[in-house]
């Protein structure tokens, strides 16, 4: 009996943000397929995922997954600048609280060898040492990152012991009062969510945007990678950054479900005529308060509720009728409306089941 994909599936960490997402896909493909990474035939890959830099890889047997958590992964390619190291471990539902946080380490003398010991202790935690050396980037689950917590309390009370000459034991009451700050700092959540419609809310809906992040005191960065953004949201409290992030996806979710887009194609039309189309699409724009007009590379994408894409489209139209000579053989032509989101969630979204 085939094992679950659940047991066949490993989290990959640290995923560098090098190339596309679809070549960068390849390239773990190929990675956990090598005899460097002691893995083996891989069923499927899941990246992006609503992580940053994290990739769900599943592999045919379970023994080839179990047998890459035994070894060092580092990603290595003639296109990269470097060697990148990763930090796997294996799927749980756990891993859908992904937690990123900054830690201040400036209490610790050895900071570099605590970081090789933290990594040692919790494998599913990614910890890398930021540039001023005095706090330490960590990644993960939620109760994987408690741990660590944990465990980083538990080292700065058994120094103070130490110092104090006193034992950790007669020191319980103090491990429990550092533990409120001992993980301070932004900690963030991410998500994925279509580019064409992140554009249109900044665009028509910024206040409902801000709404969502001002109502808990929340910071926003976006990255878009082709049809998809990627939405880091970050505060000082975890319950209150993913209270911020359900509300964005909402506002996500609301938007698409009524946007439509038509894309006016330029065809073979020279210069002139590509000109005009887009001059006709900025006149007309102005008359529309829920209209985005997109500017592509073969063409101009209308988006916007279906009855005022439709009807935007049919004036581009008539513009272009009325102009002496400018409906050639091969110049612009108009598809047909369809809605706007993600060609195909189930790539961006799936998870093992």
């Not at 002139?272 to 073969?298: F, G, P, Q, W």
Request: charged share 25%; with cysteine.
């Amino acid at each position: 009996m085939e094992p679950p994909e659940e047991s066949r599936t490993l989290v990959v960490c640290g995923v560098p943000d090098l190339l596309s997402t679809s070549r960068m896909a390849d390239k773990l493909f190929i990675h956990f397929q090598s005899v460097r990474s002691r893995g083996g035939d891989v069923q499927a890959i899941q990246y992006p995922t609503s992580f940053k830099g994290v990739a769900f890889v599943t592999f045919d047997s379970k023994q080839d997954a179990e047998r890459v958590l035994m070894h060092d992964q580092v990603m290595e390619d003639r296109e990269f600048p470097g060697r990148y190291p990763l930090t796997v471990f294996r799927f749980s539902l756990d891993v859908f609280f992904f937690v990123r946080a900054e830690v201040d380490m400036s209490v610790f003398s050895d900071r570099h060898q605590l970081v090789q010991t933290l990594k040692a202790r919790h494998r599913s935690v990614r910890v890398s040492l930021q540039p001023s050396s005095l706090a330490v980037m960590v990644e993960g689950p939620f109760l994987a990152i408690k741990e660590l917590r944990e465990d980083l309390n538990q080292q700065v009370q058994a120094g103070r012991d130490q110092a104090r000459g006193k034992s950790p034991k007669s020191r319980v009451t103090l491990e429990a009062m550092a533990s409120e700050g001992a993980l301070g700092g932004s900690q963030e959540c991410s998500t994925w969510v279509d580019t064409t419609v992140f554009r249109y809310i900044q665009r028509f809906h910024i206040r409902d945007l801000d709404h969502c992040l001002l109502g808990h005191n929340m910071g926003i960065k976006s990255e878009e990678h082709d049809d998809l953004t990627l939405i880091t949201v970050s505060g000082t409290v975890l319950a209150s950054v993913r209270a911020a992030l359900s509300d964005l996806e909402l506002l996500v979710a609301t938007r698409q479900s009524v946007l439509c887009a038509q894309k006016i194609d330029y065809g073979r039309g020279d210069e002139r005529h590509i000109e005009a189309l887009l001059r006709y699409c900025t006149e007309i724009n102005k008359l529309y308060d829920d209209v985005l007009v997109l500017h592509r590379e073969s063409g101009v994408e209308v988006v916007g509720p279906a009855s005022s894409v439709k009807t935007f489209c049919r004036l581009v139209e008539s513009k272009q009728l009325s102009s002496a000579g400018f409906l050639l053989e091969g110049s612009s032509h108009t598809r047909s409306i369809s809605h706007v989101g993600p060609r195909d969630t189930s790539s961006y979204h799936s998870l093992p089941q």
